[in-house]
């Protein structure tokens, strides 16, 4: 009987023992996940902070990128004024001269063009803008600082050119008006800077020194040059070929000097 007891006893104590531990691991369990809720709570918080960090980051670059894009803006008129700067080409050249004559005895030099004087002088000396308003259109003003007749600026060039498949495009034809060469084989057309001789022959451009007993020849293209409208035809073009409207009689008729 007191076994009994005794047995009963200890059953009753390992029963409430063992109450006693599940029930200590039940609130260290509950105690563990409390702590990760809380660690992923806080995870989450910074993972939104970032997101939110990385969105105001993104919204301010697409701001930059528009203040860059604006055109008002100090960036995009700096390109645009370059851009404009780059249509525009500044060019020339200068030809310097020094002719050696037998002069009569007694006579001294004068030098002035007009006799046959040993001299140094300026044949040419060139100044030419050619710009470019819009992708299709090209002007051309070319002027002789110095020459013969120092006493004035003269005009060469004075063109504009319109390009119908636009500037620089290979093309059938271009059309050009104004001042410009007469369009006949390659010698009036071929610039002075880049003839094997300085000189256009005679029979083409005319007597340059009109002396009083010399006589006087205009040249069969007085000037070089003339006023009128000509369809011309470019590097895309399978034949060289010109067909021009012209006054007739070029800038030099009648001044062989």
């Known amino acids: 009987m007191r076994r009994t007891v005794v047995i009963i006893c200890l059953i009753g104590c390992l029963s409430c023992f063992a109450g006693g531990i599940s029930q200590a691991q039940d609130n260290s369990d509950n105690t563990k996940t409390v702590e990760l809720q809380k660690q992923l709570d806080e995870l989450q918080k910074q993972i939104d902070a970032l997101k939110i960090g990385q969105a105001e980051q993104q919204q301010n670059l697409q701001q930059m990128s528009d203040k860059v894009e604006e055109p008002e803006g100090a960036v995009q008129t700096s390109i645009s004024d370059v851009a404009k700067l780059k249509k525009i080409k500044v060019s020339g050249y200068i030809q310097a001269r020094y002719e050696s004559y037998q002069s009569p005895v007694g006579v001294a030099d004068t030098a002035n063009n007009k006799a046959p004087d040993n001299r140094f002088y300026v044949r040419r000396g060139r100044f030419k803008i050619t710009g470019q308003p819009t992708d299709n259109s090209l ?65 083409f451009a005319g007597t340059t020194v009109g002396l009083p007993s010399t006589p006087s020849f205009s040249g069969l293209f007085p000037g070089e040059r003339d006023k009128g409208v000509c369809f011309v035809s470019t590097a895309g073009s399978k034949l060289d070929w010109a067909l021009g409207l012209f006054n007739g009689t070029g800038t030099k008729s009648g001044d062989p000097g």
Request: proline share 9%; aromatic share 12%; charged share 25%.
């Open 139 to 203: 002007g051309v003003v070319q002027l002789d600082i110095s020459g013969y007749d120092r006493t004035k600026v003269e005009s060469k060039d004075l063109y504009i050119e319109y390009h119908p498949w636009g500037v620089g495009t290979p093309a059938p034809f271009l059309i050009r008006l104004g001042q410009q060469n007469w369009p006949f084989g390659y010698i009036i057309e071929r610039s002075s800077s880049a003839r094997e001789v300085p000189e256009r022959p005679k029979v």
